[in-house]
T-cell receptor
Framework: KQEVTQIPAALSVPEGENLVLNCSFT??????LQWFRQDPGKGLTSLLL?????REQTSGRLNASLDKSSGRSTLYIAASQPGDSATYLC???????????FGKGTKLTVNP | EAGVVQSPRYKIIEKKQPVAFWCNPI?????LYWYRQNLGQGPELLIR????????DSQLPKDRFSAERLKGVDSTLKIQPAELGDSAVYLC?????????????FGPGTRLLVL
């Protein structure tokens, strides 16, 4: 059974700092890995989707990497802003499962 | 373009009462998902529809939960009777089709509190 773990559970940083969020998964046979953002009282917004054959994806100040063999992914946020404050969720689709399995998320607070 | 619409946004009921949630996916999206998100946890899939057909309902507690998507567009998720442990956020999502390359678009969710 696929399990997804995110560390840390919460992170507080000053504005402007670069930061890294971590995600690990137990079964390396995945189709893809996605990073989502969730704001309080709102649904999830997809940030980046990395196919199993890819090593990384970039969108603006966000860069996500994938190391399938070690079961790890990182989300790098450059020059953080208060508007980046949210919960970031990592999710994978495993081969043979056909469903997204989510981690518990990392709650990020960027202080002005 | 309108996103995934859910209603109601909030619902408070007493245990043993019935409750229903409604979802309107993004126009043209054939695949619809219902997730449940408990406090401090990631969402967990309850059921996935391909058009009108429920293709994965293995996580749906069928003794009290039911869902339908009669015309392959809107969907309703029902709980009867509700229990205290059903308190959670119920999220609806949709995607154009099912596939590993497809992004799922989530609605704002319905926050359910069972007293």
């Amino acid at each position: 059974k696929q399990e997804v773990t995110q560390i840390p559970a919460a992170l507080s940083v000053p504005e402007g700092e670069n930061l890294v969020l971590n995600c690990s998964f137990t079964d390396s046979a995945i189709y893809n890995l996605q990073w989502f953002r969730q704001d309080p009282g709102k649904g999830l917004t997809s940030l980046l989707l990395i196919q199993s054959s890819q090593r990384e994806q970039t969108s603006g100040r966000l860069n996500a990497s994938l190391d399938k063999s070690s079961g790890r992914s990182t989300l790098y946020i450059a020059a953080s802003q208060p508007g980046d404050s949210a919960t970031y969720l990592c999710a994978v689709i495993s081969g043979g499962s056909e469903k997204l399995v989510f981690g518990k998320g990392t709650k990020l607070t960027v202080n002005p | 373009e309108a996103g995934v619409v859910q209603s109601p946004r909030y619902k408070i009921i007493e245990k043993k009462q019935p409750v229903a949630f409604w979802c309107n996916p993004i126009s043209g999206h054939n695949t619809l998902y219902w997730y449940r998100q408990n406090l401090g946890q990631g969402p967990e899939l309850l059921i996935r529809y391909e058009n009108e057909e429920a293709v994965d309902d293995s996580q749906l507690p069928k003794d009290r939960f039911s869902a339908e998507r009669l015309k392959g567009v809107d969907s309703t998720l029902k709980i009867q009777p509700a229990e205290l442990g059903d308190s959670a956020v119920y999220l609806c999502a949709s995607s154009l089709v099912w596939g590993a390359q497809e992004t799922q678009y989530f609605g704002p969710g319905t926050r359910l509190l069972v007293l």
